[in-house]
């Protein structure tokens, strides 16, 4: 399907206004009362779960293999999660996938 500029550009205009609607219902008219705690305690959870749901199509549906499972991926996925709950570090859970990734896509 194709679009017009002046589609594509309502389309834009109508994601920010939406975006921004959310955000404002959010800040703008709870930002000065004070969340109940039930709320408090998952909002803390979002960024936990924001990670591993971007993360997750890459590695079991990757689009540089035509969504295909690659062993690369998998085996750098489970390092980190490996080593980060072993070493209580996502950090250095990060930097061991990472370099397992770079190492066994040399290899293979």
Request: hydrophobic fraction near 55%; proline fraction near 6%.
């Amino acid at each position: 399907m194709s679009y017009t500029d002046a589609q594509i550009w309502g389309i834009i205009a109508l994601l920010g206004v939406g975006t921004f609607l959310i955000r404002f219902s959010f800040l703008g008219l709870v930002g000065d009362r004070e969340l109940p705690e039930w709320l408090l305690r998952h909002l803390r959870y979002t960024a936990v779960a924001i990670l591993p749901a971007m993360v997750a199509p890459l590695i079991l549906w990757p689009e540089a293999n035509d969504g295909d499972p690659d062993p690369a991926r998998l085996a750098a996925a489970a390092v980190t999660i490996g080593v980060g709950i072993v070493l209580k570090n996502p950090i250095l859970g990060i930097v061991a996938g990472f370099g397992t990734f770079m190492g066994l896509g040399a290899l293979l």
